[in-house]
């Protein structure tokens, strides 16, 4: 897992290559009345794209699209390395019924892998979490990767911070 996400920053630190680099950020699932669907994409080339349709928030919902610093990306690349061993791959894979589950897509040119994690802990973590925010040195590092997404996703679309 680490190599694809250090050729991910190693592309992202050249302005010729680092287009070829897309990170999205994924939650799907719930009960059937609370169902959140939330697709992030963010690229070397400084987009972003959010779509998010959820039930139980929905002035959090919406597509929207804008820019982002590449040193976003890198940070957020950094916290996902960082997880290592709390991401899972599809093989590995196994969620309850009804529960939240999140995924990461990392591409480098035409190469992709898949992150697999477990969405409700993440989003219990960060409630618990000080409200003096950025707080990364105390955060899990998929708390810190949803922590930025949610306020990627909160500065196109408005609306409600990620569940909790």
Known sequence: MTDHIERARERLTDPETRESVRLTYYVHGGAPTERLEERVELTGGGEIRVDVRDDTDPQRGGEAAGTVDTEELTTILDALDEAGETLRTREEASFPPDSLVGWIEVTVGDETETYYFDADAVFEGLSKAPEDRPAEERDAPLE?????????????LGGGHARS
């Open 144 to 156: 810190t990767v949803t922590y930025r997404v949610d306020r990627l996703r909160t500065r196109l």
